[in-house]
């Protein structure tokens, strides 16, 4: 790899070695040329070498130097479960289908239906693929992750509405799983009893950077399940911006409706790649879907990439 680059939008694969390990968004892969197209320490330790054997051209890319650093506050959120229409299209379904069933590249939906019964209870998924946040009446319950091989979860009663937040974070490109079924795959169980009758919400995030747009909204706080948030901001025409993300959760980001990619509070990544030619001189939007829990609903801009250790 002579020359990194970023997975923009939702184009970042996931490794499966017997374990499910989703790449998040950079690219980068300590190249000689970073994912900004700037050399690297490494670069001028190639170009040393080889110069020692072979000739090599006098000039050097041109470094760019740190990247102009600014902070704005994100306004109040758009939480999903207030008013779940304007995400997307909802569907039927006698049973759970796949997300590969739905709507074209469908990437994240709510798999909703209602439970009746007075007692505790264990939902068991047959399988997920990848992410699965599980709401009861909108109140979190926890989350089952492909990582951890993770398909059932104990709620505290088995009545009220219970709402699944599935995300698919990207196909494995090798191997025996190319190709595979995404979303919630199998039957989902309560106490061994399947559940039928569900409705689906295809989310379609394209609608995203948008939703703001439909004018006043009833904030209320950060609230919990997906929210989107927004703020404006100035910039430099074409100078390169790295968005901090190390505060924020789990969630996706857009600058002017163009999609930055993932970004995950785990790491190693904790900046998003801004190309300098998304930005207008005057006024610019970043939209952020957050599906976890912001720290800080504050988005910094700062000075240069932080892709986390070297591997040895």
Aim: hydrophobic fraction near 40%; aromatic fraction near 8%; include cysteine.
């Amino acid at each position: 790899m002579f020359h990194g680059g970023t997975n923009f939008g939702l184009t970042s694969g996931a490794n499966d070695k017997g374990t499910y390990r989703p790449t998040v968004t950079s690219y980068d892969y300590d190249a000689p040329l970073d994912e900004a197209g700037n050399p690297t320490a490494k670069y001028f330790a190639f170009r040393d070498v080889i110069s020692r054997y072979a000739p090599v051209p006098t000039e050097t890319p041109a470094a760019a130097g740190p990247a102009p650093e600014q902070t704005v506050a994100l306004g109040e959120p758009i939480r999903l479960f207030d008013d779940p229409t304007p995400w997307g299209s909802w569907s039927r379904w006698e049973s759970l289908p796949v997300l590969d069933a739905l709507e074209t590249d469908t990437r994240l939906a709510v798999y909703r239906t209602e439970l009746l019964e007075d007692r505790p209870g264990v939902l068991t998924l047959g399988e997920v693929r990848d992410r699965a946040a599980v709401f009861l009446d909108g109140a979190p319950v926890g989350i089952l992750e492909r990582e951890h091989h993770e398909r059932a979860i104990a709620l505290p009663r088995a009545r009220g509405r219970l709402e699944l937040v599935v995300e698919d974070q990207g196909r494995v490109n090798y191997g025996p799983r190319i190709g595979e079924h995404k979303g919630l795959v199998g039957p989902a169980l309560l106490d061994g009893v399947p559940l039928t009758d569900w409705e689906v919400l295809a989310i379609d995030l394209d609608r995203v950077p948008h939703l703001c747009e439909r004018g006043p909204h009833d904030g209320r706080g950060s609230g919990v399940g997906p929210t989107a948030w927004r703020a404006t901001f100035s910039a430099e025409h074409d100078a390169d911006l790295f968005l901090d993300t190390a505060a924020w959760g789990k969630g996706i980001a857009w600058v002017n409706g163009f999609c930055l990619g993932r970004y995950w509070r785990r790491g190693p990544q904790r900046t998003l790649f801004v190309p300098g030619p998304l930005l207008r001189p005057d006024r610019n939007e970043l939209v952020v879907l957050e599906l976890d829990v912001l720290a800080d609903p504050t988005a910094r801009f700062v000075a240069g990439p932080s892709l986390g250790p070297l591997e040895d």
